[in-house]
């Protein structure tokens, strides 16, 4: 008996709460689709970029993603994927626009 408010083992969640109760009651897991995008490599080639709370936050969710996918929550790695991809765009755009803002300022500074 579980005490309220713990959910059993065979529950898995994703970030937003669905739960993945698709096993067969022999033990048959389902068989998981090819190997979904994580954007791993994008979001840490972002923490180079200068837009710093976006980029993390983009990484965060990549390792969401390939976590939610070892677990067996594929639909959650599918949406947390989408989220990196999206957040990872975000950062690199922000952070050209930071550099294009700080060379404009820093090289049309006229010294008198």
Same mark, same amino acid.
């Given at each position: 008996? *579980?005490?309220? &408010?713990?959910?059993? #083992?065979?529950?898995? #969640? #994703?970030l937003? &709460? ?8 022999? $033990? ?9 995008? %994580? ?6 080639? *972002? ?14 969710? %990549? ?8 677990i $067996?929550?594929?639909? !959650? #790695?599918?949406?947390? !994927? ?6 990872g ?5 922000? &952070? ?7 060379c *404009?300022?820093?090289? *049309?500074?006229?010294?008198?």
């Amino acid at each position: 008996m *579980t005490a309220p &408010g713990m959910l059993r #083992s065979d529950v898995k #969640s #994703s970030l937003n &709460g669905s739960a993945d109760l698709e096993q067969s009651w022999d $033990g048959e897991a389902p068989s998981p689709p090819p190997h979904l995008q %994580s954007y791993l490599l994008l979001t840490i080639f *972002t923490c180079f970029c200068p837009a710093y709370p976006v980029n993390i936050v983009a990484l965060v969710f %990549s390792l969401l993603s390939r976590n939610s996918y070892e677990i $067996g929550d594929y639909d !959650g #790695s599918r949406r947390l !994927g989408r989220k990196a991809l999206h957040m990872g765009i975000a950062s690199i755009i922000i &952070g050209i626009l930071i550099i294009i803002v700080f060379c *404009t300022v820093h090289l *049309t500074r006229l010294d008198f």
